[in-house]
Structures are given as C-alpha cells and as structure tokens.
C-alpha cells in the first residue's frame, strides 16, 4: 500500500476519536462519490472546530431549540428540510426516518452544482428508504428572488412555510427570511449569518441533532396544536444563541485548568 493510499478501515474502534475519524471518512468517501462538493471538506472541519469548542456534546440550549423545531414542523402547513451533499453523506438512515415520522419531504438543495451530484445524492437518500424526494426535477424548480447563488433553485422550498436548513450558508437564510418563511438552522457556527437570521438555531452537529430530533418527534406528536404552539412562542432564539456563546465561554475556561492535566 502507498504511503497516501486511505487508510479508511485502520480506525480501530478504541481510538479516542473513531467516531469523529469515522464521519471524517464518509465525507471523503462522499466526495469521492460527487456527495460531497469539495468545499464541503472545508466546512466540515469548520464543523469540528466549533463542536471541540462546545464539548462534542448536545447542550441544554440545543436540546431547547431542538424541541422548538419540531413543535414549529409539527404545527407547519407546508414544511420541507433542504437536504445537501455533507448532510446526505453523514446521517442519511436518520434522517429518512425524521422525514417520514414528521411527515415531511426532503429537498435536495446544492450550493455547489455540478453534473451527477443531485443524482447521486438521490441514490444515497433512496438507499436509505426515501419515498419523497423534491429538488430533482428541473422542470418543477422555481427560483427565489434576491438570490445569485445556485441554491435561488428550489423545487418545495417556494411554497413551503417552514424550511429547515442544515449546515446552511448565509444568503439564502436571509432570502428566505425577506419570503416570510420561517427558517429553522442546524449550524456549529452560532456566529454566521445563518445561525443569526433563523428563526430556530440549533447549534449542535447534524450528526447528534437528527436523532435528538427523532426522540423529541416521538414525545411531542401526542400533543395537541395549542401546547405545541407554547412551546414555538415560548423560544427566544436570540437568548439561546447567548447562552451557547456562554457555554463556549466555559468550555474554554475549563479547559484552561483541565487541558493540561493529561499529562503525566
Ligand atoms: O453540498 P452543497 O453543494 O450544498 O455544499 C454544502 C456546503 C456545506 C459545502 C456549503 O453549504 C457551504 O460551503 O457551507 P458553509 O458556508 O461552509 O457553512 C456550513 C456551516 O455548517 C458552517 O458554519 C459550519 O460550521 C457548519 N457545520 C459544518 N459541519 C457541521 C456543521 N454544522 C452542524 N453539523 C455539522 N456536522
């Protein structure tokens, strides 16, 4: 074997970070496969930088806005979740799963087109059990005024009343903002443009995020449109993104004393 060759299979599972090496390598995989742009490497070790700093783990603040945007897709007329190539390449199974308990179709939505990738992300999202998948026929997309960027194509999204957006970039949130739709965001960055403009941010990685959102859907279907109606009232994203940049604050406080003392 090629000193450059990947190594993708030689994680043994009792290193410290497999998990996080393992999603590093269905990304390159997705790649590999026209999934995943190119940038979207780039992005997702943004992604890693932002989770290190928040612990690698679901905060109380994520959990609150988590059960915020299923109370919001529950009470929703028309809503959609935009569905790109970083998050078809990590958590597809769950995220099938989300959509068909909540009801709600995928679109795919690319920043970066590029011939073979909508199909390919078709074919990864069909693997995992998808029935109803929008944004793949061209005849059928629309194009969202005041947006240059290759996601203006949108197939649902156009009617849709609540769009939730994971790993988003910034234009568009804004666009679909100005559309009077609510935007619900998945983003590590609670900071971007994206995080700041949605409606409901979830700061938290889309890995963790589906799965909190699959457990919170069961909880939540039984009730009734009123308490569901609380529970979206009741958010205050801007306090949540506050308190997310306190917990980062502490994170980081803490590890001033912690860090060092795994050396011995
Ligand atoms: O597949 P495409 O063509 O639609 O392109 C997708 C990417 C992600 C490449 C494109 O949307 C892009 O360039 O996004 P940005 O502007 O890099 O923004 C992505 C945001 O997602 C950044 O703020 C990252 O911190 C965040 N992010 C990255 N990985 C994760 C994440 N948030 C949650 N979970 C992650 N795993």
């Known amino acids: 074997m090629s000193p450059n060759e990947n190594h ?31 940038a979207g490497l780039i992005a997702h070790g943004r992604g890693e930088c932002f989770d290190y700093i928040l612990g690698e783990k ?16 529950l009470i929703a007329e028309k809503p959609v979740i935009s569905v790109n190539g970083n998050v078809a390449a990590l958590i597809p199974e769950e995220l099938v799963v989300l959509s068909k308990l909540l009801s709600v179709p995928l679109e795919i939505n690319l920043f970066y087109r590029k011939e073979g990738r909508i199909e390919a992300i078709k074919n990864v999202l069909n693997k995992a059990g998808a029935t ?10 629309v ?14 999204i156009g009617k849709a009343d609540v769009v939730m957006v994971p790993l988003e970039d910034g234009d568009r949130t804004e666009v679909l903002k100005k559309l009077n739709k609510k935007v619900i965001a998945v983003d590590l960055n609670p900071l971007s443009r994206t995080a700041l403009w949605a409606d409901i941010t979830i700061v938290d990685n889309i890995i963790r995020v589906i799965p909190e959102m699959i457990t ?45 003392k795994i050396l011995k």
């Open 216 to 260: 919170s859907t069961k909880e939540l279907q039984k009730s009734d449109k009123k308490t569901l109606r609380e529970i979206v009232d009741e958010f205050d994203n801007k306090k949540n993104i506050l308190d997310t940049l306190d917990i980062i604050i502490e994170y980081i406080q803490r590890q001033k004393v912690e860090a060092f």
């Open 58 to 73: 679901t905060s109380q603040s994520a959990k609150k806005a988590i059960k915020a945007a299923v109370a919001m897709l």
């Open 132 to 141: 109803d998948i929008k944004g793949v026929n061209e005849d059928a997309m």
């Open 143 to 156: 194009e969202l005024e005041g947006l240059e960027s290759n996601r203006r194509k949108v197939d649902f």
């Open 8 to 38: 993708n299979n030689d994680v043994p599972k009792s290193h410290p970070r497999y998990l996080s090496l393992k999603y590093r390598h269905d990304i390159i995989e997705g790649m590999k496969n026209l999934v995943v742009a190119e």
